[in-house]
T-cell receptor, first 112, second 112 residues
Framework: DAMVIQNPRYQVTQFGKPVTLSCSQT?????MYWYQQKSSQAPKLLFH???????NEADTPDNFQSRRPNTSFCFLDIRSPGLGDAAMYLC???????????FGPGTRLLVL | SQQGEEDPQALSIQEGENATMNCSYK?????LQWYRQNSGRGLVHLIL?????REKHSGRLRVTLDTSKKSSSLLITASRAADTASYFC????????????FGTGTRLTIIP
């Protein structure tokens, strides 16, 4: 049974065209994370929510926004994708901050 | 940055042999976690070891933690082809900022 679901699995967008990636969870976890992972690199945290509290990483570009309308769903909005934003985007959840994270399968974003 | 360094960056061994990966980090931690990532997929949690623990086992996995040296190792015994993946360590700092910092990863290839 899927616990962290990401849609779509693959997303192709045009340079500058806004795109939204979605993540949902059935675990009722408090914390949801968004990571960006480029080829052969470690996941890089963009931001996370602890319940409704939003925590942005200092080096996350303003081009990246997030919404968490309820416990189950979290969205990543890229307002004006650039070629450098092509990457795998991973969503993860945790019951409590700093504890085991459960990852979704990721969304691979391609920017043309 | 507290990002961990993993050693080696890549490791190829014959099926049935043991694989050892090492992780070093920079600041004090609450816990250290190991994750596996198959190519193009999300991360899967393997094991969590807390700062007051020195060794932990889970099936064919053995993790050690030496907080005095700020290092950890992951041993996979009797490797199988299905163990081929990238392995990441991740640390939770003890300054309560609710996030994990991932290491650079080790790419493990098991040769049948």
């Amino acid at each position: 049974d899927a616990m962290v679901i990401q849609n779509p699995r693959y997303q192709v967008t045009q340079f500058g065209k806004p795109v939204t990636l979605s993540c949902s969870q059935t675990l009722n976890h408090n914390v949801m994370y968004w990571y960006q992972q480029k080829s052969s690199q470690a996941p890089k945290l963009l931001f996370h929510y602890y319940d409704k509290d939003f925590n942005n990483e200092a080096d996350t570009p303003d081009n990246f926004q997030s919404r968490r309308p309820n416990t189950s769903f979290c969205f990543l909005d890229i307002r004006s994708p650039g070629l450098g934003d092509a990457a795998m985007y991973l969503c993860a959840t945790a019951l409590f901050a700093g504890e085991t994270q459960y990852f979704g399968p990721g969304t691979r974003l391609l920017v043309l | 940055s507290q990002q961990g360094e993993e050693d080696p960056q890549a490791l190829s061994i014959q099926e049935g042999e043991n694989a050892t990966m090492n992780c070093s980090y920079k600041t004090s931690i609450n816990n250290l976690q190991w994750y596996r990532q198959n190519s193009g997929r999300g991360l899967v949690h393997l094991i969590l070891i807390r700062s007051n623990e020195r060794e932990k086992h889970s099936g064919r996995l053995r993790v050690t933690l030496d907080t005095s040296k700020k290092s950890s190792s992951l041993l996979i015994t009797a490797s199988r082809a299905a163990d081929t993946a990238s392995y990441f360590c991740a640390t939770e700092g003890n300054f309560g900022n609710e996030k994990l910092t991932f290491g650079t990863g080790t790419r493990l290839t098991i040769i049948p």
